[in-house]
């Protein structure tokens, strides 16, 4: 059974920096597409970053310039570093990966970023 497990977040100041890790277990093939997505409270879910195995990024507007996505295809981890943080950036932060020929998604438990100003 694939496994998403995503490092702990925690709180940090405005303008700090935290760094997200994501690993995969239990796949024997490498997904496609990684990324995060995040959900504030009373919001929904929002894409923030993804990257596919080609390295190829896509990034959140809010966030493009301070976040910067990273992956380990032979480690299948994805990796987000988040410098510059803002309060807004507050929101739990989930890994996704997706994996073309069975068009599935999965996600992993999610972590809490807190970001105080």
């Known amino acids: 059974q694939v496994q998403l497990v995503e490092s702990r977040g925690g709180l940090v100041q405005a303008g700090g920096s935290l760094t997200l890790s994501c690993a995969a277990s239990?796949?024997?093939?490498?997904?496609?597409?990684m990324g995060w997505y995040r959900q504030a409270p009373g919001k929904q879910r929002e894409l923030v970053a993804t990257?596919?195995?080609?390295?190829?990024?896509n990034y959140a507007d809010s966030v493009k310039g301070r976040f910067t996505i990273s992956r380990d295809n032979a480690k299948n981890t994805v990796y987000l570093q988040m410098n510059s943080l803002k309060p807004e950036d507050t929101a739990v932060y989930y890994c996704?990966?997706?994996?073309?020929?069975?068009?599935?998604?999965?996600w992993g438990q999610g972590t809490q970023v807190t970001v105080s100003s």
């Open positions: 996704y990966a997706y994996r073309i020929l069975t068009s599935r998604t999965y």
């Open positions: 239990g796949n024997t093939f490498t997904f496609n597409t």
């Open positions: 990257i596919t195995t080609g390295r190829s990024t």
